[in-house]
């Protein structure tokens, strides 16, 4: 077999940590606000449908940006290397909220109301996204064989999952999926 290591998976993990909390802090931040404003600003496409849908707001961009930068910042402190660039996180970040929003823009043109599922696009798609322009940035990380990067999706993809059941749990989504 060979190629699986364990400190390759962790360091896997560290490093999409801003995408992971740019796709998750929305969730939580829109509730403090009184009235999101939705991307697409209410308007459908020409198959009829929303756009985008309303669980996609200008609130929830900017604080999925803002908390994966941070997040980001903070990570460079404590594990200097990590990120090859100050801006790397930010690029993990926008990466990841343009997966999302693409999701959203498919999910809707196949007839998937808001909040209904996709699956593997509903998991994992932000992370292909975020990685995709990260490493078209920056170059791929030094973790990244066929098999960590396997492992890494199958982790996000379980994260994912066990995330939103507690945000279920918690009364925060209001379906478990
Ligand atoms: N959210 C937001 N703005 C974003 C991303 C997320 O406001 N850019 C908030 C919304 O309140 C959304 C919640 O985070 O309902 C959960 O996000 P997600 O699961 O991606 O959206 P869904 O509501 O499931 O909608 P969709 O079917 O379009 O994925
Ligand atoms: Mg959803």
């Known amino acids: 077999m060979g190629g699986f290591q364990l400190e390759g998976l962790v360091g896997a993990l560290l490093y999409v940590l801003p995408a992971y909390v740019a796709n998750g802090a929305p969730v939580v931040l829109v509730r403090a606000v009184p009235r999101p404003r939705p991307l697409d600003m209410g308007r459908t496409f020409p198959d009829g449908r ?26 460079s402190l404590l594990s200097p290397g990590l ?30 109301s808001q909040g209904g599922p996709l699956p593997v696009i509903d998991q994992v798609g932000f992370l292909a996204v975020a990685l995709l322009l990260s490493w078209s940035l920056y170059g791929p990380k030094e973790w990244s064989d066929a098999s960590t990067l396997a492992l890494l999706f199958l982790v996000t993809a379980a994260l994912h999952l066990g995330t939103n059941a507690g945000a279920y749990l918690l009364g925060l989504k209001s379906r478990w999926y």
Do not use: N, W, Y
Request: proline share 4%; with cysteine.
């Open 83 to 112: 990120f090859r660039s100050p801006l790397e996180p930010l690029a993990l970040s926008c990466g990841a909220m343009l997966g999302d929003v693409l999701g959203s823009f498919a999910k809707r043109r196949l007839g998937i």
């Open 50 to 75: 929303r756009i985008l849908g309303d669980g996609k707001t200008f609130e929830g961009l900017a604080g999925g940006l803002l908390s994966g930068t941070l997040i980001g910042a903070l990570l």
